[in-house]
């Protein structure tokens, strides 16, 4: 991975999933069952949690910090449970306000992926607490492998309901 191709890949799977929501409708944002009980709005919310989250794991990283990823208590074996909480928090919210946040938080993920230097992106070891891991696949976590997940999930989704 370099970190030109990582920024690709996060602009070229967040336009999918543009083309993708350009074909839905208010009514169909809050239409419950696109994954389980979670319409549109729901997984948009979701989204924008997560690449927020990333913002400041980035954020954390590049003033030297260790990034303060899990909750006091949690393990990414709990990460179903965190995802449930989150959508819990968010449930009520209207769709003005879910939309307008995802609106915001795209462009704040691209400049913040795009502010890290290569190096630190890519080599494995720049940073003991990914335990080997390169903060690019955090990056990538939380932007595009995420859009091209739930793009996938909605467009499954609607295939279904036209045909």
């Known amino acids: 991975m370099t970190k030109s191709r990582l ?17 839905v409708d ?5 239409i419950p069952g ?4 979670w319409t549109i709005k729901d997984i948009l919310a979701h989204i924008t949690v997560w690449e927020q989250r990333m913002v400041r ?9 260790e990034a303060h990823m899990l909750p006091d208590g949690m ?3 709990d990460l179903d449970d965190w995802n449930e909480q989150t959508y819990q928090e968010h449930l009520h919210r209207p769709v003005e306000q879910v939309l307008a946040d995802y609106e915001l938080s ?5 400049k913040a992926a795009k502010e890290v230097p290569e190096q630190d992106l890519i080599d494995p070891d720049r940073f003991d607490w990914r335990e080997g891991d390169p903060l690019w696949v955090m990056v990538a976590a939380n932007t595009f492998w995420h859009y091209k997940e739930h793009e996938e999930s909605i467009r499954a989704w609607l295939e279904k309901l036209d045909g």
């Open 7 to 23: 920024l690709e890949e996060i602009q070229i799977e967040h336009q999918r999933l543009e083309k993708t929501l350009a074909m």
């Open 26 to 30: 208010e009514e169909q944002m809050l």
């Open 34 to 37: 696109v994954i389980d009980e």
């Open 57 to 65: 794991w980035l954020g954390e990283a590049m003033s030297g910090e």
């Open 75 to 77: 393990t990414w074996d």
């Open 106 to 110: 795209y462009p704040q993920a691209l």
